[in-house]
Structures are given as C-alpha cells and as structure tokens.
C-alpha cells in the first residue's frame, strides 16, 4: 500500500506542475503530458498483445501517434478523426504488403490500439483546448481518481459480496456505492474550486471558470455528471479488467509500482473523456 500511495503522490505533483504551472505559459505544454500517457499506453497494448499472440502492426501504430497532434493542431477534433482514417489506411496496406506475417487477429488488435487508448486519449486534447478547458480537466481526473480511491477503500473495509466475479475478483457491491460516493466528493471539490471560490481566477490560460454565476444552476449539473461520469469510470474499469482477464495478464506494465501500468491507471479516464467532449460542447453552445 505504501508503494501505491507514494507513486499516487508523484503522479498528482506531476499532473499538478503540467497543469497548475506550465499550462499558465502555455495551453499547448498540457498536451505533453496527455500525448506521453496516449504514448506509453499504446506501447503497453502493444506489448502485452504480442505476449498474448495478438501482434499489432507496428507502423500504422507509429503513423497515428505521428500525424494525431499535427492533425489535431491543424483542424481540432476533425483532424483527429482524419489522422485515424489515414492510419486505417496505412493498416491495411501494411497489412496486404505484410500478409504472410500477420493474421486477421493482428489487424483487429491494432484498430483496437488505434481506439484504446490512443483516440481516447486524444479526447483530453480537445478538452484541454475547447471542451471545459482547465475546469475540465479536473473534472475528469478529480471525479474518477476519487472514485477510483473510494471504492478501493470501502472493499477493503465492507467489501463481501462480490460485483462481478467472473470479470473481476476484488471489486465488491461496497466498493460500487464508495466509487460513487467519490465522484460525488471529487465534484463537490470541482464545484468549490470553481464555482463558489474562484480558486483559478487569477491564473493564466485558464479557459473556462465556472458552469454557471447561478449555484441553483451548476449544483445540479456537476452532481448529474458524477453519478454519469462514475458509472462511465466503473464500466471503464470492469472493461479493462475483462480485457486483461482474457490476455491472461495480471497488469498492464510495470511503470507505477503498486498501480500497474499506464493503462491500468487510464482505464476509468478513457471512458469519462468522451462524455465531458460531448457535455461540454452542447452546453458552450447553449450558454453561448
């Protein structure tokens, strides 16, 4: 445990000095920290497939993560879309050229890398930029994190009857009512930060400060999102613990000890990302 809290402790300082204190200069240096998690994780689902016979085309993969920003700077959420499209191509001309190395299996698994976690991940870029902005961001990260640290506290100490065992042994009934206690308790926090204090007021790049000047307005709303974001974030955990399950993994790398992998620690965010796109972007055009 002691080693999972102190990795915890240094991903949040980090994420903190990204957000917090870089992204001040610049919007665009948070997008580093995005693009190294897309990154590692790819490599992750590339390594772990290739031990559990599923050999992922290298080349498409390595064209995708090469195009995605570039794209993304260029034409926004669109580019992204094109870049994949491009690399969907590339998978399949790579995969006729290379047809007697790889299987049917082998293509699949790369568009599945193409998806997750690597157009997942790109959500954050476009949330970084347009979709909620900084008020955004912590959203995600504070309502998953602390839904994620409720629900293992609360198995630990009440968890007896099991969720789902087939898919994943340790996650118990108890630690689905602290997982959504936890998001409410990181929306709560957003809220406060945001909206009732103006914590971000004063800092640079910020974007977006509050939901709402109304209370009776943005209470609702953040409370709404966190019980949608957790469920998001549950399904998000039990879909990657059913996918290492069938791999026959226990984790997926050993980067963070006490935590497992990159992807073991994106799982539930991959999963929130898209709702907070799609929230986001109807509600600047509704306010607007």
């Excluded at 402790?9 to 610049?26: D, N, S, V």
């Excluded at 085309?57 to 993304?72: Q, S």
């Excluded at 997942?120 to 979709?131: G, P, W």
């Excluded at 709303?221 to 974030?233: E, G, K, P």
Aim: hydrophobic share 55%.
């Amino acid at each position: 445990m002691w080693k999972r809290n102190v990795t915890a402790a240094i991903l949040i300082a980090i994420t903190l000095f990204f957000l917090l204190y870089l992204r001040t200069f610049l919007v665009e240096l948070a997008d580093v920290l995005f693009y190294a998690f897309m990154l590692f994780g790819a490599y992750e689902m590339w390594q772990v497939g290739g031990k559990s016979g599923y050999h992922a085309l290298p080349i498409p993969i390595c064209f995708f993560a090469l195009t995605l920003y570039p794209a993304f700077w260029f034409f926004s959420i669109g580019g992204v879309f094109l870049a994949l499209s491009l690399s969907v191509i590339c998978a399949f001309i790579d995969f006729v050229i290379e047809r007697k190395k790889y299987a049917l299996n082998d293509l699949l698994y790369t568009f599945l890398i193409f998806l997750y976690p690597m157009m997942l991940c790109a959500c954050f870029l476009y949330i970084n930029h347009t979709a909620g902005n900084l008020l955004g961001i912590f959203y995600v990260i504070l309502v998953t994190s602390l839904s994620d640290a409720f629900a293992l506290f609360a198995g630990m100490l009440f968890g007896k009857k099991k969720l789902i065992e087939d898919v994943s042994p340790k996650k118990t009934v108890a630690g689905l009512y602290g997982a959504y206690f936890g998001g409410l308790v990181g929306a709560t926090v957003v809220l406060l930060l945001f909206d009732v204090f103006g914590v971000f007021a004063s800092f640079g790049k910020v974007g977006l400060l509050h939901l709402s000047d109304t209370l009776s307005i943005s209470i609702p709303i953040y409370y709404v999102l966190a019980v949608l974001s957790t469920t998001l974030a549950v399904f998000g955990d039990l879909a990657a613990s059913l996918l290492k399950r069938k791999m026959g993994i226990k984790d997926f790398g050993k980067i963070f000890p006490g935590h497992g992998g990159v992807m073991d620690r994106l799982d539930s965010l991959l999963f929130v990302a898209p709702l907070f796109i799609a929230f986001f972007t109807i509600y600047q055009g509704v306010i607007a």
